[in-house]
């Protein structure tokens, strides 16, 4: 149980066009959800905390405009990244809190983006 | 805010040896202590966990102890093998606050020599 997707696993665009990754919680419904970028040999840095059926609550120094979260239902999270650069090329990361309130973190396998 | 330091960075063993990573942090309200494992290019995997109210945790192979007092908590991997090599991250929280969010260490390379 506490399987955690995301779609798709590798993107490759151009710079200027929007790209939209999505996150689902495949066997338990996850009211929070987390987004995470990770740079290579770095940690995992935290975006912003998606709620369902609320506004995601964003990081400082993260843009909002640029990182476009939607929390529409309770098994699915998009995270959009719009008129991306080369420098928004990383690995993205989601996370869904598990049930109860143990704090416990499931992860998606994560989503490689390149933009050229 | 929370703030998590992790050591080593790199850590390399013979198969059949013990690897230990460390941590500290930094607020003492955090109660929440995981510890996930990531395979290149993959995405993270939950491999144990600790709350405050318990001093020790082992699973199989894996363990993991928490010192409140001190602030820090350690992941010991037992009988190592191959496939244990991979980037270990601890992480800590307080589950009543910012729904939970965790803070990440900077994670540990393990790498494992048959």
């Known amino acids: 149980g506490a399987v955690v997707s995301q779609h798709p696993s590798r993107v490759i665009c151009k710079s200027g066009t929007s790209v939209k990754i999505e996150c689902r919680s495949l066997d338990f419904q996850a009211t929070t959800m987390f987004w995470y970028r990770q740079f290579p040999k770095k940690s995992l840095m935290l975006m912003a905390t998606?709620?369902?059926?609320?506004?995601?609550?964003?990081e400082q120094g993260v843009e909002k405009d640029k990182f476009l979260i939607n929390h529409a239902s309770l098994t699915l999270s998009t995270l959009t990244v719009t008129s991306a650069h080369p420098e928004d090329s990383s690995f993205y990361i989601c996370s869904a809190r598990g049930p109860g309130n143990q704090g416990t973190q499931y992860f998606g396998p994560g989503t490689r983006l390149l933009v050229l | 805010g929370e703030n998590v330091e992790q050591h080593p960075s790199t850590l390399s063993v013979q198969e059949g040896d013990s690897a230990v990573i460390k941590c500290t942090y930094s607020d003492s309200a955090s109660n929440y202590f995981p510890w996930y494992k990531q395979e290149l290019g993959k995405g993270s995997q939950l491999i144990i966990d600790?709350?405050?109210?318990?001093g020790e945790k082992k699973d199989q192979r894996i363990a993991v102890t928490l010192n409140k007092t001190a602030k820090h908590f350690s992941l010991h991997i037992t009988e190592t093998q191959p496939e244990d090599s991979a980037v270990y991250f601890c992480?800590?929280?307080?589950?009543?606050?910012?729904?939970?969010?965790?803070?990440f260490g900077q994670g540990t390379i393990l790498t494992v020599h048959p």
């Open positions: 600790i709350r405050s109210n318990v």
């Open positions: 998606s709620n369902e059926g609320s506004k995601a609550t964003y």
């Open positions: 992480a800590a929280s307080n589950t009543g606050t910012s729904y939970g969010k965790l803070t």
